[in-house]
């Protein structure tokens, strides 16, 4: 995967049409206050630079130093906003407190921990979504439901973390009827902990990626995650 962001010119403008396409697309179905992160994972920067092109900021990337690299590679477009979505591991806090706008997946108590240490110790402090799993998933991180009401005090004690919302995922092979209930539950869960909460500007619900962003939204998201939808398969 290495080799992946390495550009290929050639295939470059029918890429850049492509994606010019997807994003128009998708634009004419997601209402304004739904905000569009495209997930730029594996794909190259000319991809990135197209959808900025077609009026994208915000692009999300899962690993740490993939995202350091196209953000760097990329410094002189103005105003993009990079989207940390992947499981974060403790030695990539500081990079990703460094170069990220948001964190999406803060998955547990530990995790915040560091985060919250690593910002009192003068690092930068993007903004964040605490990962909440509302149906069993061993292949994902986060909190289940009570866990999270388990390590709510503690969370809301950390004095430096700037907690946005809550990020899921749903699982796969659920089918329509179960994706829009656990979507529903989460937007209801969202809401509950917007109005529990003593101190964080609890305003984003970020879930729904390109198999399910309609019914995401259509239960309350206001951030949705779209990778193939906009940029392709990422396995060709
Ligand atoms: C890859 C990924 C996405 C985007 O998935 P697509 O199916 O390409 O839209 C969204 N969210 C997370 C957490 C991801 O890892």
């Known amino acids: 995967m290495a080799g992946a962001t390495v550009g290929n010119t050639e295939a470059s403008l029918t890429d850049a049409i492509a994606i010019a396409d997807n994003i128009a697309k998708l634009r004419a179905e997601v209402p304004e206050g739904v905000r569009v992160v495209a997930v730029s994972k594996y794909k190259p920067i000319e991809a990135i630079r197209a959808a900025r092109e077609a009026g994208v900021r915000d692009f999300g ?3 740490i130093q993939e995202a350091i690299e196209k953000r760097q590679a990329l410094s002189e477009l103005e105003e993009l906003r990079w989207h940390f979505i992947g499981h974060l591991q403790s030695n990539k ?6 170069h990220m706008d948001w ?3 803060v998955d547990s108590l530990k995790l915040a921990r560091r985060i919250n240490g690593a910002i009192g110790r003068g690092l930068s402090s993007p903004k964040l979504c605490l990962q909440v799993k509302f149906a069993p998933d061993p292949d994902k991180f986060g909190w289940h439901e009570d866990e999270l009401l388990a390590d709510w005090e503690t969370l809301e004690s950390l004095e430096n973390l700037d907690v946005r919302g809550l990020m899921t995922i749903a699982p796969l092979g659920l089918g329509e009827a179960q994706t829009r209930s656990l979507f529903e539950r989460a937007r209801h869960f969202w809401q509950e902990r917007q109005t529990a909460s003593q101190r964080w500007q609890f305003d984003t619900l970020s879930m ?3 198999g399910d962003y309609r019914p995401a939204i259509a239960a309350g998201a206001t951030v949705v995650r779209v990778g193939r939808t906009i940029f392709g398969d990422r396995s060709s």
Do not use: C, K
């Open 61 to 63: 990337e899962s690993r």
């Open 93 to 98: 806090v500081n990079a990703a407190l460094q």
């Open 208 to 210: 729904g990626m390109s």
């Open 103 to 105: 964190i999406h997946s």
